[in-house]
């Protein structure tokens, strides 16, 4: 197992996890790396860590350019465990003279493993001496949790981003100049509405700060997915664009459906929204992933949502996605509800209620079948689309 040397000092010694196909409820069908990188100099320093699974492949890394005793810093920039797993381990063999945390990364680092891993807290603005060069700390607050934190590697011009500007994409090929966009787009997008999404105010006002820094680094290095070397603008302007959560004539129909008649109202909602000139995506719950249903959801301004009644209550897999969908925090949506059912059309009202949970603007009660729709239902599902249509139009004026 090799280092790769990004800059003449710096080198990724992170892992790559070709096959996970889940990431806590993430799907990642292209896998994902974990970076963890190595600053050399007088004070050799290593910059994240690794998913406890896989430890050995971060120090056969580190091993093919420096003896791991010779590292004299860690920096933790984030807790979780996908980069934090393997801290315990790393400072058990390494024996560094310090290891760095924000405020919020000692508490969350202590009640994981609740074990003395001399941790230093740093905050914005904190600078230390790696020997022949500088890392200065940022502290960024709820991208994606408490704890989060940059560094910049001053004088090489590299600034370590921990999760944000990354993606879930297993990639032999380590930088953005050896990968198409056509391969990376969807899985950067995804991440971002997976991820990133709730903290979209968060984002605007950090990127805001960081232009006033008069920041632009030479190079971003993320903990998954490449380094972004030859154009650090391009993931910087995407982020701006998926924050701002601009409206967009694009709607989702969400459903699920037990034998069918669901569905056939789903597919004449879908006609209305097509009618009204509404891009759209008609999604069954039995065949996506909630996180492709919220990758969807980023760019629309609506959301219809159409459950069966199973056991007096919405189907489960609605019950999943809407839950997921609603830590999410999508803005500026509008929608509606619709269903089918036997004998208790309750269920389907819950719906609506828990659209309105979300935040969204409901635009109409909730359409409801007995059993199998009728003609006069099914015109019904159309002018909701038709409707939907029109009301994301005014809101595009
Ligand atoms: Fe990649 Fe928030 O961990």
Redesign the pocket.
């Known amino acids: 197992m090799q280092a790769v040397k990004i800059t003449d000092k710096v080198y990724w010694v992170g892992a790559i996890d070709w096959n996970i196909r889940d990431?806590h409820g993430y799907s990642t069908k292209k896998g994902?790396t974990?970076n963890a990188f190595l600053v050399l100099g007088e004070k050799p320093t290593l910059i994240d860590t690794v998913k406890k699974e896989f430890y050995g492949e971060m120090m056969a890394r580190i091993k093919s350019v420096i003896d791991p005793k010779k590292i004299q810093i860690i920096i933790s920039n984030?807790s979780?465990?996908?980069?934090s797993g393997a801290l315990p381990q790393a400072v058990a063999e390494i024996e560094p003279q310090e290891v760095y945390v924000s405020a919020m990364g000692m508490k969350d680092i202590t009640a994981q493993f609740h074990q003395d891993l001399n941790l230093k807290v740093v905050k914005t603005g904190d600078r230390i001496d790696v020997g022949g060069d500088t890392i200065s700390f940022v502290e960024a607050r709820m991208l994606?949790?408490p704890d989060?934190m940059f560094s910049y590697l001053e004088k090489e011009d590299v600034l370590f981003t921990?999760?944000v500007f990354?993606m879930h994409y297993a990639t032999s090929k380590l930088f953005d100049d050896e990968n198409e966009e056509r391969l990376w787009l969807y899985e950067a997008e995804k991440y971002y509405a997976n991820?990133v999404l709730p903290y979209s105010d968060i984002v605007l006002r950090f990127l805001d700060q960081v232009t006033k820094m008069g920041l632009s680094p030479k190079i971003i290095a993320p903990?998954?997915g490449f380094i972004w070397r030859k154009d650090p603008a391009k993931i910087i302007n995407l982020y701006a664009k998926w924050a701002a959560q601009a409206p967009k004539n694009k709607a989702i129909v969400l459903y699920d459906t037990m034998w069918g008649s669901t569905e056939k109202m789903a597919v004449q909602i879908t006609e209305g929204l097509r009618q009204g000139g509404t891009e759209v995506k008609q999604l069954s719950m039995h065949s996506c992933h909630r996180s492709d249903v919220a990758t969807e959801l980023l760019d629309s301004s609506a959301l219809i949502i159409g459950t069966p009644v199973l056991n007096s209550g919405i189907f489960p897999a609605m019950a999943d996605v809407l839950c997921y969908l609603k830590g999410l925090r999508k803005k500026g949506l509008v929608g509606a509800a619709f269903g089918s059912y036997g004998w208790n059309g309750a269920p389907v009202d819950e719906l609506t209620k828990m659209l309105e949970g979300m935040g969204v603007e409901v635009v109409a009660p909730a359409i409801k079948s007995l059993f199998v729709p009728d003609e006069k239902v099914l015109a019904s599902c159309r002018d909701l689309g038709l409707t939907i249509s029109q009301k994301i139009a005014e809101k595009l004026k």
């Open positions: 990431f994902t974990y984030h979780e465990m996908d980069h994606h949790w989060s921990n999760d990354g991820i903990d998954h």
